[in-house]
């Protein structure tokens, strides 16, 4: 271990035995952290203080950035840390002091290769905002459009890829030694971390994040992504289109007819539910700070460096769990968050229906037009049952509570259930369609081609092996019985000839054509066995 880890773990062990979170990490770590060895039989109390929350929140605060970052991640995991502590880490300052002009002047010209003068028509000494991690200047190109700037700090990767280390250092040995730490897995929430804020650190991602939300609503002229400008971007700078508009919270106090209220609610909760059930690719904190009203009651989207993305699998299933979610489907819904894999087979789902049945009679016993925070409720569920939920399963959770929360701001009216239902059964209903199994992506008409070019060399085989009374196949029926082959074969061609959907060959559906060949090889094996014998 060198001296600078040395040095910067022992800061961390001083602020942890502080704030007495030493006592809940395990007495190997505990010695650890310490740096001597103690012995301490007395049960730790510090789980059950109601000061908990508090002290972790400013035990955060005072080890920097990396672990303000890291309590910011668990704000939104509350089916991991419980609603009381990630509602106290949502309250996490992100904020350092500034840096100088001279620090950024010296870090754009080195990222953007040139002399600042050079670079900008204008670039303003002082900055609009700072954080953390970076900090955003006005400027104005040559060409003439006015631009946000946003500047890394220098060395603050270092800083971060250090503290990470350290970290990963403490939550394996944590893991290790402490049951209770167990079973949330400490060192995957670390990995995810690791991920999540690299990410966040390098601005190329925030720039193709950007360049793919405009392209996604690129016909919407209702919603705005600012633009961006890859000349002047790279890891450490981010160049994008200076946005002057209103904020949400002063649209909410207006009563000027400059805005459309209820025109604003529809357009954030529409936009949002594009994002995920049609693009898969969505705003990860789309809370008010990060939205922006322009002229004309256009939605502009800020600050897309943490998203969510679903893959089309995913998308589908959650358009299905949201149809079961609505319709107040226990057993459904069960079903489904099984097939999703994020319930376990073996779960008491017997008391699992009871748990959600009272769940639904506290939100659903009187005519409701939206969630009004059964979302998180059900995450607080499924943390009862110790379900460690997807992450972005939760981000999409949390989004669309920040969004519904927006939208009836805006329109107290605004039934969130009516705009939901039917992009949900639209593309739940793409899943049966047949046209859906045509549209495959390339690999799958290679291995469609693959599988018509081997179908008769192996179908020879397996005639062939069967007349040498090599082959043998393993039913859950007796195939000794000529009753349950001419039943097998006659339930596979019954069932081949009503399949109407998926890849055709041979002018009929491949699994129809499977059935057959199934259905051949039974036929063969029963007349070498009952008839040829």
Not at 33 to 46: A, C, F, Q, T, V
Not at 370 to 379: A, D, K, P, V, Y
């Amino acid at each position: 271990m060198d001296k600078q880890t040395k040095e910067r773990l022992g800061e961390i062990r001083e602020v942890i035995k502080k704030y007495g979170f030493d006592k809940i990490l395990g007495q190997t770590v505990k010695s650890k952290i310490r740096g001597k060895e103690e012995e301490d039989d007395e049960e730790s109390n510090i789980l059950l203080d109601d000061e908990l929350p508090v002290k972790l929140r400013l035990m955060l605060q005072e080890l920097g950035t990396t672990f303000i970052k890291l309590g910011q991640l668990l704000s939104t995991r509350p089916d991991i840390v419980g609603e009381r502590i990630a509602n106290e880490l949502a309250n996490l300052q992100d904020d350092n002091p500034a840096i100088t002009y001279d620090q950024v002047k010296a870090i754009v010209e080195r990222e953007l290769n040139g002399n600042i003068d050079d670079l900008f028509e204008d670039f303003s000494h002082e900055h609009l905002a700072t954080a953390s991690i970076g900090q955003v200047h006005e400027a104005k190109l040559n060409t003439g459009e006015r631009v946000a700037v946003k500047v890394q700090k220098e060395g603050i990767t270092d800083k971060i890829d250090l503290d990470i280390r350290i970290m990963k250092y403490i939550a394996n040995r944590a893991d290790k030694w402490n049951s209770d730490i167990r079973k949330i897995n400490l060192p995957g929430i670390m990995e995810e971390f690791d991920r999540s804020i690299h990410k966040e650190i390098d601005y190329n991602n925030e720039f193709m994040n950007m360049q793919r939300m405009e392209l996604n609503f690129e016909d919407n002229p209702e919603i705005h992504i600012p633009a961006t400008y890859a000349e002047y971007c790279t890891s450490k700078v981010l160049t994008m289109e200076f946005i002057a508009g209103t904020k949400l919270n002063d649209v909410y106090e207006s009563d000027s007819d400059e805005f459309d209220k209820k025109l604003l609610a529809k357009n954030v909760l529409d936009s949002y539910l594009q994002q995920l059930f049609i693009d898969g690719f969505f705003h990860g904190d789309p809370h008010p700070g990060n939205i922006m009203i322009l002229e004309d009651n256009v939605l502009c989207y800020l600050d897309l460096g943490m998203m969510g993305f679903f893959d089309n699998e995913f998308k589908k299933n959650l358009s299905e769990l949201f149809i079961l979610l609505v319709d107040q489907d226990v057993d459904g819904l069960i079903n489904q968050l099984m097939y999703m894999d994020i319930l376990d087979y073996d779960i008491d789902t017997r008391t699992l229906k009871r748990d959600l049945n009272d769940l639904f009679g506290r939100y659903f016993g009187v005519e409701l037009n939206r969630f009004n925070g059964i979302l998180e409720e059900l995450l607080s569920l499924m943390q009862e049952y110790g379900v460690i939920l997807p992450n972005e399963f939760v981000t999409m959770a949390r989004g669309i509570s920040m969004v519904e929360a927006i939208a009836s701001n805006l329109d107290p009216e605004i039934d969130i259930f009516a705009s939901i239902k039917p992009i949900a059964k639209q593309i739940a209903k793409e899943r049966v369609n047949p046209k859906q199994y045509l549209k495959g992506k390339k690999s799958n008409l290679i291995l469609y081609e693959h599988m018509l070019q081997a179908l008769p060399k192996l179908l020879t085989r397996a005639i062939h092996k069967i007349e040498n009374e090599e082959l043998q196949f393993r039913l859950e029926v007796d195939i000794t019985d000529k009753v349950s082959i001419i039943a097998l074969v006659s339930a596979l061609i019954i069932g081949s000839s009503v399949v109407s959907f998926g890849p055709m060959v041979f002018g009929m559906p491949l699994i129809s054509l499977i059935g057959y060949i199934i259905a051949i090889i039974l036929s063969i094996i029963g007349i070498k066995k009952f008839v040829m014998k």
